[in-house]
Structure formats: structure tokens, C-alpha cells
């Protein structure tokens, strides 16, 4: 339970926040570029999580967990006050940066100590939930996030931040450092297996820009219907993380089947939600494509999770979790980027919709093709 709480910590970092953006860009008007350095001040912390999460994960085999995770969620909850202190929005995207990098300790971890303490059937049970979790607490916090920013304008959210003061002590009482055994120390001396670990983190980075293009942008997407007020966008949005949440579960329900069948699957549902997307005229038909998506991309993230996660020696599950979690906090970045570029590629964003069902249709025959090759599929 407290790994699943310090898992949730990453996601308030962005969810929190959005509630008050339109406050901190009319605040920041002045300042030059503010439209882009604003929104930035956000989303730079998934950035640090992309950059820095294979540097946790090696820190993390070379000196230990416990440690490194009580002391990162300490610097979490003092980075992510100062902006309530702060008036500067340099110096607020500063702090934003600090508090990224501490993150990428914090979530990369959080994965890494589920492998270190379960295994098997209730390693992939937790790995569900955490998945789960972090859908289910993005809606509330969301809605926390808008009524300390109501309550307390601009810096209100910020204040949540403190709830990581708690999770550290909790963690520094209940977590322990994961024993390492003679054979995992042999382990440790040979070389990374690249080839393996490689090939799933740019596995994890298609699935995550399935996942985020749908639910980052999913505002643009709905108003191509015609006009639609932040309300039906917030509840169609909540539905959407539901959605997240079920997928998650269904993995630990479909476990048997997990690697390349379920990331075929997975791939097939999303490939026709989106083509629902760029095809569907009204609200109602864009809403259910959207959640059809990502109910795809909750069952295809446990998945390819538990898929690294096995393909790993213990005593480098920390680097190779790493590598795993930049791939999808980069997807996080990216996402809206490579959609607004296809966009004007392709001439509108219901063409390049279109074209993200057809990759995605790719990429679950791909997957059903692999199951016929066993060599492969493990690969």
C-alpha cells in the first residue's frame, strides 16, 4: 500500500496542476512567452522522469532502495511547496525541475520494489493495481487540485505536495531493503541484456503514445464533434481513466495470456478506437471510441510492465525499470507533440487519427505474428 501512494505521487505532479492553469497564465501574462514557459512549468517534471529514470534505476542496484526512495519523497515534498513561496516563474520552473528529477527516483522505484518483494501471480496482481490506482486518483485529484485552486488561487494545489511528508515516513517505517541472494550477485557481473530490454521499453513508448494522445488531448478531440463545455470534457475524462482502471484489472483477470497476446489485443482495441475517432461525427461516438482506447491501453501497460519486468535479473531490475519508465513518462512528453506534427501532415486531426489506427492495426498483427515465433516473441 505504500508503494502504491508513493506511485500515485508522480501523477499529482501534472493532474493537480491543471485546474489552475488558466490562473497561472492570466498571473504570468507579462512575462515573455508565457503561453509556452506556463504550460511548461507543468509538464517539465515528465520530461526529468524520462531524462533521469535509467540514472534512478542504476543508482538504485548500485546503493540500495530504501534509502534513496525515503530521501527522494523528503525532496519531492520540498520541491513541490516552493512554488506556493515563489513569485517568479523562472524560479517556479526551476523548482518544477528539481522536483522531475526526484520523481523519476520516486516512480521508478515504486515499480522496482514491487518485482523486488512479489513475484508471480501477486507481483502482477500489484503491478494491476498500481496501474489502477494511478487512473482512479488522477480524477480525484483533479478535482482536489480544483478546489484548493478556488479556495486558495493560483499556488492552492501546491499544498498537496505535502502529502509526501506522511508517504516518506510510512515509508521509511514499512518499506525494507530487498535481501540479495548469491545467485543474483553473480548475476550482477554480467553484462545488461540490452537486446531484450531494449525492444519492450520502445514497445512501452508506442503504447504510451496510444494512451496519452487520447486522454492529453482529449479536449481538441471532442470538439471536433462541435462545441463542448469543460464540464462534459472533465466527466468524459473521468469516464476515460475508469476505463484505465478496468483495462488494469482485466489484465490481472487475463494474466495467462500476458506478453504478446494481450499487447495484440490491447492493439486491436485501441486501433479501432481511434479509427471510431477520426470516422464518428458526434459527441457520444467520440466519448465511447476514447474510452475504448483506453481501456486498450489500461489492459497494454501492466502488460508490457510485467513483460520487462520478468525479462529482468533482480540485481538489474532497477536499471532495466528505469529504462522501462523513461520510455513512458517520454510518450507523456512526446505525445501531444508528434499528434499536433501528424496533424498538419495529414491535413486535420480526425486524418491523423486515422493514421494512429492504422499503426496501431500494424502493430497488433506484428504482435499476433510473434506469437507464431516463439524466438521472437521473446525477444
Known sequence: ??????????????????????????????????????????????????????????????????????????????????????????????????????????????????????????????IALQIAVGSVAAIVLIAIGGILGELLGSRGPFLLYLLALPVALAAAIGLFEPDVTASEERTDAQAFPFRTVLPLALVTFVVGVIFYTVTVQLGPILETSGPVSPAQIGLIGAICNLAVAIGSLAFHRGRQNAGPKLLAIGLAVASIGYAGIGLSPGLFALAACGVLICFGSGLMLPNMLAWTMRSLPAAMRGRGMGLWTGSFFLAQFLAPLMLAALSGLAGNLPQALIIYSLAAGVGALWAVLSLKSPGRAAA
Open 1 to 126: 500500500m505504500i508503494l502504491l501512494a508513493t506511485a500515485v505521487l508522480p501523477i499529482m505532479a501534472i493532474v493537480s496542476l491543471i485546474p489552475v492553469l488558466p490562473l497561472l497564465l492570466s498571473e504570468f501574462a507579462d512575462v515573455p512567452r508565457s503561453e509556452f514557459l506556463v504550460p511548461m512549468a507543468l509538464t517539465i517534471p515528465a520530461l526529468c522522469v524520462a531524462v533521469f529514470s535509467p540514472l534512478a534505476g542504476w543508482l538504485s542496484d548500485l546503493i540500495g532502495r530504501k534509502h534513496l526512495m525515503v530521501c527522494a519523497l523528503v525532496l519531492y515534498a520540498l520541491f513541490g511547496i516552493l512554488p506556493w513561496f515563489l513569485n517568479d516563474l523562472f524560479l517556479i520552473i526551476a523548482a518544477r525541475f528539481g522536483l522531475g528529477v526526484v520523481e523519476a527516483v520516486i516512480m521508478t522505484l515504486a515499480t522496482v520494489l514491487i518485482g523486488d518483494y512479489f513475484s508471480g501471480e501477486r507481483r502482477e496482481k500489484w
